[in-house]
């Protein structure tokens, strides 16, 4: 007996001191990095997966995943591009650069040639300069005018003075919209309490409630949810059906697949939350991770009018929305991007903000941690001034869930300090991403929003939530996050029918 015991403490030790060892599914070398009295590090790094990093919050590793195919590169402390990054922890050996087809110059590098980074950036790298070919034309200001066409630039549209324009605020909110998110989040995010301790739907000047743009995607949404949402005048758009992994499948994905992924997920919108198909407009790609031009010609084709897939560089002033017709100024964070001319078609860029580290974020929750109430404020307020105090590019409020439920509640609170100090300027009002589009296309001074359809609340036509909405149940799923040895169930409310079985991208509208 005594044996017996000594063998299975051994076995615990080893256990203990194995370094891929996980605690509430986190590593133990993370743990150590992030501990205050031991590494005291901002970030740790993931030994096994080289996509993933950890940001170290009072002393505790919140996991995070590098969008696209880029590679977490410690010595940055932050993700960089697959060919250039350095990660020694995970063994990390960057794929070659393939060659030029024919030997280049001495003075042209294969590399710079190979980066899609460097594709029509009026710098030919290539020695055939391939890289330059049949990319969009730089910008000509006379032959690009609105309503169809904006340049990609910090001007504001219709040559309009700062003094003279709103300040635009979008709030985007990424992932499934689940029950538990729309009755304790977007609750107290959209509406506020009023002098009788009840809540109220946030204003703007003009006294149309605050509205934001769902970008949802289709595991563990509630489909009721979606519909009443839509209902109060907020906008959908779709964020694909799957959100598979790994990152680089939705820039290898045929045309087919991705249409089966975006349209699909649209019409999920339309079956089961009573949405009209011409009112779901834009489109966010999966992990922010496209197939450029190729990707821009297929959501266009498929009707989309807007996208919001690509992240800025370090731009001062921040860039306004623009359309495909003519090269952007952008940048290219996760390549490739879209490098041919596509008319009618909108990008409303991420526009980067700068988070307490002086690091890049394109969501909320993917900038450094805040540590208390008045950090998240710090965060909030340098970010919007940036916007306010320059040339009032419209201001994306990029959230998920995780901001709030990773941080205990003064993230919240924060937000809604913020969103009281910004309510008091008479110039600042928030719409969806395509109200915002709308004004891009008919600029119009602030004195004159009220004769603006962009600032229009009437939502008399869109069908409220029913009374009763069926619960839906299905058992033994596989799919991500799920598998066949690890099955589990799906669940959510639609005021239709129930589907025979689980929607999928093969099978949208759950058909026997």
Known sequence: MKVLIIALCALVYMAAASPLEKRLGVPVQAEDDCNPKIGAKNFSTDATDCQVFYICDHGWPKIRRCPGDTIWTPALERCTDKYFAVNDECRYEAPPTPAPVTLAPEDLDPAACYDPRNMCNGVIDCNNGEDEEGCAPICDPNACRLPDCKCSSPDAPGNLQINEIPQLVMIGWDGALRVEDYNHLLQQILKKVNAQRQREPRTNPNGCPLTATFFTSHQFTDYAAVQSMYAEGNEIASFSITKQLPSEYWAQASDAELSAEYAGQRAMFRRFSGIPASAIKGVRSAYLQT????????????????????????????????????????????????????????????????????????????????????????????????????????????????????????????????????????????????????????????????????????FADRTPLCAHPNLCGYFNISYAPNDEEHQGDRFFQTCVECPAVYPWVDNPLGEA
């Open 291 to 458: 197939k450029g031009s190729d990707f821009v010609n297929l959501i266009k084709d498929d009707g989309f009018t807007w996208d919001s897939s690509y992240p800025t560089d370090k731009i001062d002033p921040p860039l306004w929305p623009y359309t495909f017709d003519y090269q952007s100024t952008g940048g290219c964070a996760i390549p490739p991007c879209p490098t041919s001319s596509i008319s009618q078609m909108w990008e409303v860029p991420l526009v980067d903000w700068f988070d307490t580290n002086d690091t890049l974020c394109a969501n909320v929750d993917s900038c450094y941690y805040p540590n208390d109430k008045a950090e998240a404020l710090q965060l909030l307020r340098t970010n919007f001034d940036r916007h306010y105090k320059t040339n009032k590019a419209p201001f994306p409020i990029n959230l998920r869930a995780r901001w709030f439920l990773n941080n205990g509640y003064y993230n919240m609170e924060a937000l809604q300090q913020f969103l009281d100090e910004i309510q008091e300027n008479p110039d600042v009002y928030f719409v969806t991403y395509s109200q915002l589009i709308e004004y891009m296309k008919n600029p119009v001074k602030l004195s004159d929003v009220g004769r603006s359809d962009a600032f229009k609340c009437d």
